[in-house]
């Protein structure tokens, strides 16, 4: 077992030769963006209804539907940053000292998601936590949590009396809880909660590229820094819960990477980086059902650093928040297959697996990019020259959306739902030829503009 940290360098020549890895780019790229207007044309024009929504407005591989907008409050700032972050972001991600790159990618990350959603004014902030069917009115209705989690799965049913609301039903009861919290401290109104959800979501970006640095591949986390913090999936990202659990993984992942890259200098500093990893995954796994394939990202980090002695620490540490939630009243274990139930139970028997397996993938797209397509076109063809820490995390990346996708526990509304694995993949632009970067990241940017102008997402 080694205890030694990675080391990884700037150049991404190693993947083959800029005009080869071109050629692949272009096919990936031109497949995704392909994909994407299929999974928007093959419903419309087929008559096929494949129950994005309940309604007839549905605009599927999305849950949205079309609603243009030319201007919004956020227009001019959401143009000003994007200009901007186009036109001086990757010299300065090359430049600035490390933690003015984290401070300024944090400050940039937060206008942008910001800017974004104000595209729709206030309500762009808050009309999505406000919902319904989302978490805070059944937080601001909670009184007794200890009750709460004792009747957690009697209420996730269909036919339950007093059953919970779709998100609430569709999630282990850390969602609530932090939701619960924040009405505590009275942070739990709908414009607040919203701007408390995008604050933390806003550092997702800086999790990741402290993880790539801390595995010693600070070059990479340099040039993917601008599509981290300017990526499309900020369109969802400000108003989505979603957002916040991207956020608690990434600095899981985060701290799990500190944990390994300490076993050679203080078997201390490993052992608490391991439990503040462990508590924060465990945590993910008791904010959404899909979580617990953060695990495969998880070893990934670990075989980047070459270092399992956090694992087992780790490991413990998150079980010990999954039987704290067991000992109060809510036991993960019994949950899901209850929850199983009440999603065969609704919407979701409508969807076909048939559109959805391959209509998850350019929902995908649409959230995360199409450039996307380029970067693990250039990862699959490349992978045996590919430097080792990319290769593994983006490719952990990757794989945790083909198991989400095959479980078809997670039919539609991926935009939002996969946001946790979304960073992750976005590593794999560090691969495209330098002469990319520049325009792929002037069309991450114009595919977030359009997609926030044009449609209205749900979330």
């Known amino acids: 077992m080694s205890t030694t940290s990675p080391t990884s360098t700037a150049s991404t020549a190693s993947t083959g030769s800029a005009p080869a890895r071109s050629r692949v780019a272009w096919v990936g790229l031109v497949v995704t963006l392909l994909l994407m207007a299929a999974a928007v044309l093959v419903p419309l024009l087929g008559g096929w209804d494949v129950a994005s929504r309940r309604d007839d407005l549905d605009l599927p591989p999305l849950h949205g539907y079309w609603m243009p907008q030319l201007l919004g409050p956020g227009t001019i700032p959401a143009l000003l940053i994007a200009l901007l972050g186009w036109r001086f972001g990757p010299d300065l991600a090359q430049r600035l000292p490390w933690r003015r790159l984290l401070l300024a990618s944090y400050a940039v990350g937060l206008g942008w998601l910001l800017a974004l959603a104000l595209v729709d004014g206030e309500s762009g902030v808050s009309r999505v936590l406000g919902n319904p069917y989302e978490y805070l009115e059944t937080a601001r209705a909670t009184n007794d949590v200890g009750q709460m989690l004792g009747e957690y799965v009697d209420r996730i049913p269909m036919d339950s009396p007093d059953n919970w609301v779709t998100h609430v039903a569709g999630h282990p009861p850390g969602a609530l809880l932090f939701f619960i919290g924040l009405v505590r401290v009275g942070l739990g109104g709908d414009l607040a909660a919203g701007l408390v959800v995008t604050a933390i979501a806003a ?39 979603d957002a916040l659990f ?54 990934a980090v670990l ?157």
């Open 203 to 241: 550092s997702t970006a800086l999790a990741v590229m402290v993880t790539l640095r801390v595995l010693g591949a600070e070059a990479h986390a340099r040039t993917a820094a601008p599509f981290l913090v300017l990526t499309p999936a900020a369109v969802f990202m400000a108003v989505s819960a």
């Open 303 to 459: 075989l980047v650093a070459r270092s399992w002695w956090p694992l087992p620490i780790a490991a413990v540490s998150a079980l010990a928040v999954v039987l704290a939630f067991a000992v109060g009243g809510f036991a993960w274990w019994e949950a899901y297959p209850v929850l199983t139930d009440r999603y065969w139970d609704g919407i979701a028997s409508d969807r076909p697996a048939s559109y959805w397996m391959w209509g998850n993938l350019a929902a995908l797209a649409f959230s995360a990019g199409p450039l996307l397509g380029a970067g693990l076109a250039v990862l699959l063809t490349s992978w045996r020259r590919t430097e080792r820490t990319i290769l593994l995390l983006a490719g952990a990346g990757f794989l945790t959306i083909l198991l989400a996708d095959v479980s078809q526990m997670s039919k539609s509304e991926v935009e939002r739902i996969w946001l946790p694995f979304i960073p992750w993949m976005t590593l794999s632009l560090v691969l495209l030829p330098a002469g990319w970067r520049r325009w792929g990241l002037a069309l991450q940017l114009v595919a977030a503009l359009l997609l926030q102008h044009l449609l209205y997402t749900s979330w």
């Open 246 to 299: 991207a956020a608690v993984a990434a600095w899981g992942l985060a701290a799990l990477a500190l944990a390994a890259t300490s076993t050679s200098t203080s078997r201390g500093r490993m052992v608490a980086w391991s439990v503040v990893a462990g508590l924060l995954l465990g945590c993910c796994v008791m904010l959404s059902y899909g979580l617990p394939l953060l695990g495969v990202l998880a070893l």
